[in-house]
């Protein structure tokens, strides 16, 4: 993809292509933003078919000096739409079934970071297929209170890769609302594993068996144990390890569901705050319909040489968990 024009195809003040002004001395587009209430767009003149794939993935090497003051719906966008082609040819009455809508999106959608160095900003947004898409249309959108972005070069594809926002934004602290359900079976005599949950957030995931599936995490997570004698009594902290766990159901049968550690890591009695950093993929074994995100705090073993009895956890809470799951597909060789 090189060639960017206005919709209206018209020569407006806030769009211009530079000689020179790119990486490496190339060409480059500049965009400057209109205040946080315009929308200044550009477009790729050829439409792109639908290749079938179940997402587009552009990446766009930019420097940008947009100030910006809600990362969720502004600095610069990529936006797509879907269109079904009418009968005849040329087709005269194309209808459009699908607007990616980034404003909806949240910050996912939007690159809202300064650089003044080249740098690249990349989107992944997926693509119904049930809605008989035949073409699709790329459009940037600018949208900030001042700045502008210079973008030296845009690539869009196909991309095989489909994402899931399963992240919680935010801080959440609770102290009752815990489920404690066992995850594993002990062996060899030992007790079974026990996590205690709080389910936050559901999303519907179709995934078959065989996909690849990759989760990228980042957050804050904190959890307490505690442990009692007969009757209650001399109850005193207990240490633990917290973290992130995604939950997934089956389709068949559907009422049988997966458990995948995603982060897991040790706190002491003093109750210190964890945070998760990393990535774990895995190959569906199953096919699965829907995920839940469940913070987890799970109690260490209690101290029986004490008298102690019986454990549970009194407090857990979460902030800022990112967390996006890529179900990605696989194109093999033919002959």
């Not at 910006?68 to 502004?74: I, L, Q, R, Y």
């Not at 007790?191 to 519907?204: A, D, L, S």
Request: proline share 5%; aromatic share 8%; glycine share 10%.
């Amino acid at each position: 993809m090189s060639l960017l024009q206005l919709p209206e195809q018209a020569d407006v003040a806030w769009a211009r292509l530079l000689d020179g002004a790119g990486e490496g001395g190339s060409y480059a587009y500049q965009i400057d933003a209109s205040g946080a209430s315009t929308r200044n767009r550009m477009m790729y003149r050829p439409l792109m078919p639908n290749g079938g794939s179940p997402s587009m993935k552009t990446r766009l090497r930019l420097t940008s000096s947009l100030t910006v003051g809600n990362p969720a719906f502004e600095g610069i966008a990529v936006r797509h739409r879907g269109f079904k082609l009418g009968g005849g040819i040329p087709s005269t009455s194309d209808t459009e079934v699908w607007d990616s809508d980034p404003e909806s999106k949240g910050t996912r959608a939007w690159y809202s970071e300064q650089s003044g160095t080249f740098t690249d900003a990349v989107f992944v947004e997926p693509v119904p297929d049930n809605l008989g898409i035949d073409y699709i249309t790329f459009e940037l959108i600018v949208r900030a209170a001042s700045g502008q972005v210079t973008i030296s070069s845009v690539e869009c594809r196909n991309h095989y890769s489909t994402p899931y926002d399963l992240g919680i934004q935010g801080s959440q602290l609770w102290t009752s609302g815990l489920s404690n359900e066992i995850v594993a079976q002990g062996i060899s005599g030992d007790g079974p594993v026990v996590r205690y949950f709080r389910y936050v957030k559901t999303v519907q995931t179709p995934i078959r068996k065989g996909q690849l599936v990759k989760n990228i995490l980042k957050g804050a997570i904190t959890g307490r144990a505690v442990e009692f004698k007969a009757g209650g009594a001399d109850a005193r902290r207990l240490a633990a390890s917290v973290g992130i766990v995604i939950k997934m159901r089956r389709v068949n049968p559907n009422t049988t569901y997966d458990y995948f550690t995603l982060s897991a890591a040790p706190v002491s009695v003093d109750n210190k705050t964890v945070f998760a950093d990393g990535s774990t993929e895995f190959r569906a074994l199953h096919d699965y319909s829907q995920t839940e995100v469940l913070p987890f705090t799970e109690p260490t073993q209690i101290s029986t040489a004490d008298g102690y009895i019986s454990s549970t956890v009194d407090r857990m809470g979460i902030e800022d968990i990112e967390l996006d799951m890529f179900v990605i597909d696989y194109i093999t060789a033919s002959q």
